[in-house]
Structure formats: C-alpha cells, structure tokens
C-alpha cells in the first residue's frame, strides 16, 4: 500500500512488474508491457493511466551519457548556509533549482544543510561554477567538495522487488 496526498493506492504484482519494466526502458508500448506480463492491451493501458494520475509515474524520460556527452566531473557538494531561517532556506532552494550543474540537491540531517550533486565538463569549469556562481550566494557560509573518482554504480531504477 503506498500514501499519496492522503490517498491510499494498493499495488499488486502486475502493478509494480509494470513500474519495473517502464523504469528499465519507457520506450516499451503499452501493447509490448501487456505482452510481457500477459494482460490484454486495454486493462493494461487503465493501470498504466491510473499509475500516472497517481503520480507513481511523474513523467518518462531519457537517460543520457553524461561522459560520452563530455562530462567528465562529477562532485558533491555539501553545504552549510549562514542562516538556517525559512526565507534563507527558501532563497537558496529557488536559486539552485535554476542551476542545470546541480542535478540533485538534498536538505541533510546531521552537520550539513544540503548536499548536492554537480555534473560539470570539467574541473575548470567546476571551479568557475563554485567560485562565481555557488560562493557568490550570500547564503552560503561553508562549502565542501568531495570529487568522484570512480563511478561504480549509477542507477535511476527504485528498488520495486523489496515492495511486496
């Protein structure tokens, strides 16, 4: 069972084989889903509908090679900011929502506000972001970068097999 905005939604297996399925390739027809989970293509198609106006699925995609694309650098970032009130939090989200290097941005528990995720072609080009676009934000106080080296997995795939 799975809570959204105060809605219950009960899931079964074919439910969740159709999640697995579109999440690992969303260039499959409803027809070739129906196929492989052996529904006829109409009630198919209904729970694929219904899994979108339920929000599970948000929208489908593209999966880029970043290095093939010549993004070689990849950082995260972790932040602390000078000011942890509601309208410092909120400016600085709304200002990093606008940066396309940041492709994941988290609030932490622990020592650090946030943490991001920064894709970059490379290290100069990292360092420009950093030290004319990141530390020029009044509201950041501290800023550490912590490089990746090798990446060892990387997957967008929700873990569905531990749902049922």
Same mark, same amino acid.
């Given at each position: ?5 105060? @809605?219950?939604? +009960? &899931? ?8 697995? &399925? ?9 027809? +070739?889903? !129906? /196929? ?25 995609? !593209? @999966? ?13 970032? #972790?932040?602390?900011?000078?000011? #942890? ?7 600085? /989200?709304? /200002? ?7 492709? +994941?941005?988290? #609030?932490? #528990? ?16 990292? /360092? ?7 530390? !020029? %934000?009044? !509201?950041?106080? =501290? @800023?550490? %970068?912590?490089?990746?080296?090798? =990446?060892?997995?990387?997957?967008? +795939? ?7």
């Amino acid at each position: 069972m799975y809570f959204l905005d105060n @809605l219950f939604m +009960e &899931l079964d297996r074919q439910d969740l084989t159709i999640l697995r &399925l579109l999440q690992r390739d969303a260039t499959l027809s409803t027809s +070739e889903i !129906a /196929e492989r989970i052996n529904m006829s293509q109409s009630p198919c198609w209904r729970r694929i509908h219904r899994l979108e106006q339920n929000g599970l699925i948000r929208r489908r995609v !593209a @999966l880029l090679d970043r290095q093939s694309l010549g993004m070689e650098v990849v950082v995260f970032a #972790t932040i602390n900011l000078t000011s #942890t009130g509601r309208q410092n939090l909120m400016s600085f /989200e709304s /200002e990093i929502v606008g940066h396309p290097e940041v492709v +994941e941005c988290y #609030t932490m #528990t622990g020592i650090w506000d946030y943490m991001l995720k920064i894709v970059t072609r490379d290290i100069r080009h990292y /360092e420009d972001f950093v030290r004319n676009t990141l530390t !020029a %934000s009044p !509201a950041i106080r =501290e @800023l550490h %970068s912590h490089m990746a080296v090798t =990446e060892i997995k990387n997957s967008t +795939e929700l873990p569905l097999d531990t749902q049922l």
